[in-house]
């Protein structure tokens, strides 16, 4: 386990368990003490723990794993969602992104794909998106046509929301939509944790022909605090092989579902 994984493990434990000592979770990643003492301050730098005595604590302000940390979960499920996903642009399309892991791993896919290739003066692709490390990450890339919402960012999933965003977004039309979400139902919908992240993803949902929603299956029957959009507005659903029987019931519901 290298360092990034292990603060990412360490993050979780926290979250789950609200306390962390030093011996006690060195013995369980089964590394040193001295280790566990340095990735606690390092966090610790970061305001993401409370360091104490002997361990640490869930920092005082609630807060969802940063962006980054996020990255390693799921990883090799995202990263075949991703190229399912990046198969279905064509060239001369408009396509919308918001941010997250998955989302993130879509633009590479797309960004990546060898027959799609072009110029800052014809790109092949243009990609809308309010995500900050997405726009940043593609900015290089000569044949894709970068457009980002402006707005106000988020610090967890660097989206930029807000009046800014969705004024953007309204003067705008998506050939298809590659939406990442918090929880996906088959009763409730597709839903996020911030009710602003929420309503921009909404927005982008809204404003494609096709709408796409990329979740690996620890999403799936989950429900989270703010309605993205109801089943019924899902073209397709791209997820792995990790939950046959929920996948099932979108199915039932009409939706098209692609596991990889």
Do not use: W
């Amino acid at each position: 386990m290298n360092r990034h994984e292990r603060h990412t493990t360490l993050l979780e434990l926290l979250t789950e368990r609200h306390q962390l000592e030093v011996d006690a979770i060195a013995a369980e990643l089964g590394v040193s003490v001295a280790t566990v003492r340095r990735d606690f301050d390092r966090l610790a730098e970061q305001r993401l723990l409370t360091r104490t005595r002997g361990g640490a604590i869930a920092h005082s302000v609630s807060y969802d794993l940063p962006l980054r940390y996020k990255a390693v979960r799921h990883a090799s499920e995202k990263e075949r969602i991703a190229r399912a996903a990046a198969a279905m642009a064509e060239r001369g399309m408009v396509i919308g992104l918001n941010g997250g892991t998955t989302t993130s791993e879509v633009a590479r896919a797309i960004a990546t794909r060898a027959d799609l290739q072009g110029t800052p003066d014809d790109p092949a692709i243009t990609i809308v998106t309010n995500a900050l490390n997405i726009a940043h990450e593609l900015a290089v890339r000569p044949h894709i046509k970068i457009v980002t919402t402006g707005g106000v960012a988020m610090p967890q999933s660097y989206e930029l929301v807000g009046p800014l965003a969705r004024h953007i977004l309204g003067e705008i039309s998506l050939d298809i939509a590659f939406l990442g979400v918090d929880a996906l139902d088959a009763e409730s919908g597709a839903g996020a944790h911030n009710e602003h992240e929420a309503s921009i993803n909404a927005l982008l949902a809204e404003r494609a022909e096709r709408l796409v929603v990329v979740a690996d299956s620890s999403k799936l029957g989950a429900r989270a605090f703010a309605r993205i959009c109801p089943v019924e507005d899902i073209g397709t659903l791209i997820t792995d092989t990790g939950a046959p029987e929920l996948t099932a019931r979108f199915e039932e519901r009409g939706v098209p579902v692609v596991q990889v």
